[in-house]
């Protein structure tokens, strides 16, 4: 019977703008202040934490290998793909691969192409998932996996682009992946797992795709939720379209920043900026911040039902470098289908960008800071 280990898919290319939040960030520094690890140590905490996955038909021929990795001792994650349509699944450890063991899926999201397995009574050390952390182009990145049957192949390589698809954020990156890889972690320089290898584009090179760890952590907690508003609107002014190189992200939003090709210098230092704000409706924290946004647009606006139509918002933000301050200018808040139905009058305050915030990664990479 003819195996299949992955499914490529390709994914198109998006127009995200840059991005800051919905309202004023937290000063707290986020977890994100921690030592970077070695590649030998990275590559360690992969090893141990991996597993190969396998799936079956009713007559026991194998459908598809891939791979996957501790989230819980007892709970593994990989690609819904690699264990879709089989009547049996197992895995095994990196660590030991004669010895494979029953797997039972327990929680899937098709549109994420994400799956858990419990794989009770075997156990594994998890591995972090990064909840809050800046995604920037041209950081390196790790992968292990199982490419073509090769399980523990650990590589490395840049993350090459940030994509959205429908909803669904994730990396472009060029750490070589292989039919066999998918369900494997993507890992930062922490040793966090920021991704999850989907995809890859087989007619191009070094075309890899991984969905954000910010979907999987939603999958571990339950949530799949996702938008579900209609597309009215009285205005038809779409986004500016403007190169996407980082995304941060926290409990409540999705945050697109690009390089500093577009800011705009004014005559007393500062330079204004474009920003681009998704809501996160696949967490509960995300949920709930929207349904504020709904509720203040429904107050200005004096109609819930254009208020519901709320997608993503696209700020005017103006940046004071050398004092690291930031202010919102101007919110235009945009449908499902990219129009505009409501500005913000007036600019808001200045707010101070402290090290570790999703606020510090937005004045970082308009004002071009290295740290």
Known sequence: MKKWSAITILFVLLWPTWGQTSRRRSSQPKSA???????????????????????????GDELAEGSGFFVRPNVVATSYHVVKGSDEVKASMILYPNIRFGAKIIRFDEKTDLALLDVRPAKGPPISLATETDIYVGDTVYTMGNPKGLGGTFSSGVISANRELDGVWSIQFTAPVSPGSSGGPIING????????QSQYREGQNLNFAVLSVHLQALISG?????NVSAMSDLNQPPPPVECVAVAHSETNVYFTNTRKSPVPTAKGTIIAS?????RLDSEEGQASYAGDVEL???????????RTYSFQVEAVEYNCPKRISRVLQRVFYDK???????????EDWNQAVLGTVSYTMLKTACGFTR
């Not at 949530?223 to 938008?227: D, S």
């Not at 429904?298 to 039902?305: H, K």
């Not at 289908?337 to 600019?347: A, D, E, Q, R, V």
């Open 33 to 59: 202040q921690r030592r970077s690890l070695t590649t030998r140590q990275i590559a360690q905490k992969a090893y141990s934490s991996t597993v190969v996955v396998y799936s079956y038909d009713e007559t």
């Open 275 to 279: 920003d681009k704000v998704v809501p």
């Open 223 to 227: 949530g799949t939720q996702r938008a």
């Open 190 to 197: 922490v040793g966090e797992v920021i991704g999850v290898v």
């Open 337 to 347: 289908g990219g129009k505009s139905f409501y500005k913000t009058p007036g600019p």
């Open 297 to 307: 647009l429904t107050s200005n606006l004096g109609n819930r039902r254009i208020a």
